[in-house]
Every structure is written in C-alpha cells, then in structure tokens.
C-alpha cells in the first residue's frame, strides 16, 4: 500500500526546548495509524508539527509533496483536517454555522448544502440539532461536531487528538464505530493519538509507540497489542 504521509527525521521545538527527536513512520492511503505514549511523549506536538503549528525539522511529505516550511492554511487546503484535543468547536455559533464556517473557501453553495447533510449521514444528532448553539451540546455531540466540521474539508487524511477525552464509555464506542466507517466508506486515512489504547489498537492496523519524543516501538496493532511492555503499561495486564 503506497505511503500517503511520510515523516522522516522529524524535529520539533517550543522556543529552545525540544520535544520530538527524529521521529519517522508512514500513514499509508487509506489506513488508519495510532501514536501511543504518556503525556509529555510528544504525541500532540507530532500532529502540530505536520500542520505547521510548531517549529519543525525535518521531512514530512504529504501525497509526494514536501510540507515543511507550508503555512497551516496551505497544508488544510492540501486536505489535511486536524481535529484537535479539546475538540475546539465554535461555542457561540450554531452545529449548521460550525459546518458551514469549515467550508467558507467554497463559493458550490449546493456543494456544500450536499456536503453537509452526507455528514449527517455519519452524525444524525447533530442534524436534530442543527440550529443548536455548539456550546450547549454534550461533551460527546461536541465532539462529533468536530469530526463532522473536518470532513467538511474532504480530507484525505485526518489528524484526531485524543477524540474519547472526557466522554462516557457508550459516546466512545459510538464515534469509534462511526470512525471505522468514515475510513472505510470514505477511504479517509487517520492518525489517530489517542490515551485509550487498546480501542486505539483495534481500530488501527499499525501503532507507533513514543516516549519523549522518540519512537521507540512500531510495527502491526496486533503485534504491538501483543508485547509484554505495551500491555503492561498501556493496557494493564
């Protein structure tokens, strides 16, 4: 399968203090990958740095394309959707404003009235709640709120930051399965951080596992499931 987004040697900095040390892998088309680590592993700041929201070294190359040195918005129009943790929707505005502000360079006003409702296809809630401010929906209608403004973009590839924080056990299993099918309907490929990693590792088919911003394990899900140290420190037996 032919590499969508390749990272190699991968430098990262807030001011003087490094945070990534040569971090390599590859997200291949249409698959989807899970970063493991503790907090302060550099899992988050490895999702800024390909958006171009740290400072970074190194090569990130993106459908053949070298992305280092983009600006963010050019990196978004490339079709990389990064939704971040804390899911960082619009408050004030209402589900339909949040969808529609994600595709405001677009001038298909069909286009996207029919983007949209194939959104709530994926999310039927937020289409109930439509005219809802976002900021008085759940934590878990939030986060679908989220996802759905990033597929507003069409990605090919989306960046998810910790997508089950705070939610309850059920909202988890539900966006999930709902991820599952966005990867296999859409052929959107995911990078997905996430701290809950044994439902990191069976919705991907291939981990990489951080620690103070070095790679220090990668390889198949089923195989990093399967080894004695990732069990005993991210899976708990």
């Known amino acids: 399968m032919a590499s969508l987004l390749e990272v190699k040697g991968l430098k990262a900095f807030y001011g003087q203090t490094q945070s990534l040390y040569d971090v ?16 302060g592993a550099g899992k988050t700041t490895t999702l800024r740095a390909i958006c171009n929201m740290v400072r970074t070294e190194g090569a990130i190359r993106f459908a053949g394309k070298d992305v280092i040195g983009m600006a963010t918005e050019e990196i978004v129009r490339l079709r990389i959707a990064h939704v971040p943790e804390g899911r960082g ?21 069909a286009a996207v009235a029919a983007e949209r409702d194939r959104v709530f296809g994926y999310f039927p809630r937020l289409k109930e709640r439509i ?8 934590g878990g209608e939030q986060q679908m709120l989220a996802i759905a403004r990033a597929l507003m973009l069409k990605p090919r590839l989306m960046l998810l930051d910790e997508p089950s924080f705070g939610l309850a056990p ?34 991907a088919t ?10 220090v394990m990668s390889g198949p899900s089923e195989v990093v499931k399967n080894d004695e140290n990732v069990r005993k420190s991210y899976l708990g037996y």
């Open 131 to 138: 005219q809802q401010q976002a900021g008085t929906l759940s």
């Open 24 to 39: 390599g892998f590859d997200i291949p088309e249409g698959g989807i990958t899970t970063l493991l680590g503790a907090n």
């Open 206 to 215: 291939h981990a990489y596992v951080l620690e103070t911003g070095r790679v």
């Open 89 to 109: 929707t619009f408050t004030t505005m209402t589900v339909d404003e949040n969808l529609r502000i994600a595709a405001y360079t677009r001038r298909d006003k």
């Open 170 to 203: 059920l909202i988890v299993v539900e966006i999930f399965r709902i991820l599952r099918r966005i990867n296999e309907e859409e052929k959107v490929s995911i990078l997905l951080v996430e701290q809950n990693a044994a439902l990191a590792l069976d919705l």
